[in-house]
């Protein structure tokens, strides 16, 4: 196992760069995930990883040791593709001991690390059947499976689960978080979907057009979101913003809305009297009142557990998550108390979080 440094790494291509000084720190034995719209420069950072990309500038470690020039043979690294990359003609036992051949293993070392494998994925009844055999969840474990038996300092996985619909998809986030648990080997995640960054990774790195906006913990993204892109993209369903001035007076902090009603600051926020700001709280951090944000119904979604209610300000779009059962009539208006703990302020121009 080792630890994985990325410092200041850029890449262009011709004269397009699109990664912008990358800095990420990633501890040994950990799972980090890397999670960002489409074009945010998460896979090719991780191909760049891999060694199948070369590094324009910066910086990247594998443990104590510069790999910036070192083959991807030689990086000591196992990567786990989005299309599984099984070879048609092979067994599944022949797919996971192909790499441990052409090392030039002895048989009973090859045969030991492929049942090991095949005993954690649970594909030892499966190790004489071919590729077109299995199901996309079987062929996911075993692309794995070769990764696992070489035993590698780093995985990396590039949005393995893409292609299983979304019941499997579920499934196979808990295995691999299961397997992590039990190799405890540092693994290096790429995804577009966040619920999986956050169910999955120690550290959750979150990137935008080549730049790294915010990492952490799931909890320090999803509790105290840098800008809100961050605030936007984490969290399902997304958070409401609603534009505003902050005004200050006596002491006291409030947000004046679009249409001059206002809400109390979220306690803790900055800012100055005055400065046009969005306010932004979570569908969940949100509860009847007599008082609040006064919001018209449009549809109201029961899911048995929660009540998803879609609601309207000013133009601006509001979910709400409530736990309770209600049947408001399209069209009614509401009355919305944010709890002021959990919501944020966020400077309008620059998006940047305003605490004090």
Sequence with gaps: MASVTIAAVKKRFGEVEVLHGVDIEIADGSFAVLVGPSGCGKSTLLRMLAG?????????????????????????IAMVFQNYALYPHMTVRENMAFALMLAKLDAAAIEAKVGRAAEILGLKDLLQRYPRQLSGGQRQRVAMGRAIVRDPQVFLFDEPLSNLDAKLRVAMRTEIKELHQRLRTTSIYVTHDQIEAMTMGDLV???????????????????????????????????????????????????????GSRV???????????????????????????????????????????????????GNELSVVFHERHAFAPGSTIHLMPDLKRAHLFDAGTGRRLAA
């Design 264 to 314: 109390a600051a979220p306690l803790g926020s900055g800012g100055i009297d005055g400065q046009p700001v969005v306010f932004g709280t979570r569908p969940e951090h949100l509860a009847l009142g007599d008082g609040g944000i006064a919001v018209q119904v449009a549809v109201v979604e029961p899911t048995g557990a929660d009540t998803f209610v879609a609601c309207r300000h000013q």
């Design 52 to 76: 199948l990309e070369q590094i324009s500038d910066g910086e990247i470690r594998i443990g104590e040791r510069r790999v910036n020039d070192v083959p991807p043979k030689q990086r000591d």
């Design 205 to 259: 790195v979150v990137m935008k057009d080549g730049r790294v906006e915010q990492s952490g913990s799931p909890l320090e993204l999803y509790d105290r979101p840098a800008n809100l892109f961050v605030a936007g993209f984490i969290g399902s369903p997304a958070m409401n913003f609603l534009p505003g001035t902050l005004r200050r007076a006596a002491g006291d902090a409030s947000v004046e809305l679009a249409d």
